[in-house]
Every structure is written in C-alpha cells, then in structure tokens.
Nanobody, 123 residues
Framework: QVQLVESGGGSVQAGGSLRLSCAVS????????MGWFRQAPGKERERVAA???????YYANFVEGRFTISKDNAKNTLDLLMNSLKPEDSATYYC?????????????????WGQGTQVTVSS
C-alpha cells in the first residue's frame, strides 16, 4: 500500500522560507512522476512543481524561481524548498504521485496523495 506523508508546513512571515518534505512508502517503482500541489480555501487544487524519474522539473508560473523541487530515491523522499514566500502562497500543500513519467498538471491524473500540510504566510 502506497503512503505519502507530508511534513514541514507551518507559519512564516512574508519573505521567509520553508522546506516541505514527503516521505514515500509502499510500492514506489511505478511512480514515475511526483509533485507538489496546493489548495487555498475556495480555490481549486493546483500543481506547484513536479519532477519525473528523468529528473525533469516543472514549475507553475507563479513560482517565479522561488521554489525548488527535489527527490532522494535512496531515502524515498520528495522535498519542496520554498523561498521568498508571499501571503498568496498560503494554502494546504499536498504531495502526489502518478504512474508514467509525464508530469501532468491535471489533478485527477495523480493516483496517490498525502493528507496535506498547512503553510501560512503572514504579511
């Protein structure tokens, strides 16, 4: 059974940094693309960043070079380093994974999801 467990969320002032981490367990060999999504109250869930097994990285336009996604296959972890945080980055952040190396932006394409971790950025 595949499990994704996020950690590292919290509250930070604008301009600050946070590192989110996702611990992955279970059958991971088929998970060719992993990503971070976020959902703010009243808004749709959106992809923030993704990385496939070829280490191709994809970022949403709103990231603007502030975030870095990385994964450690030996430790089965997926990280998201977020710098220069803005109040509009406040949301619940979710780790997700899908089969196949194509890192879709479409939420239903991802089969595996964590429970989410809250990020709050104050001005």
């Amino acid at each position: 059974q595949v499990q994704l467990v996020e950690s590292g969320g919290g509250s930070v002032q604008a301009g600050g940094s946070l590192r989110l981490s996702c611990a992955v367990s279970g059958y991971t060999a088929s998970m060719r693309c992993m990503g971070w999504f976020r959902q703010a109250p009243g808004k749709e869930r959106e992809r923030v960043a993704a990385i496939n097994n070829f280490l191709d990285r994809y970022y949403a336009n709103f990231v603007e070079g502030r975030f870095t996604i990385s994964k450690d296959n030996a430790k089965n972890t997926l990280d998201l380093l977020m710098n220069s945080l803005k109040p509009e980055d406040s949301a619940t952040y979710y780790c997700a994974a899908k089969n196949g190396p194509f890192c879709s932006v479409t939420t239903p394409d991802y089969s595996y999801w964590g429970q989410g971790t809250q990020v709050t950025v104050s001005s």
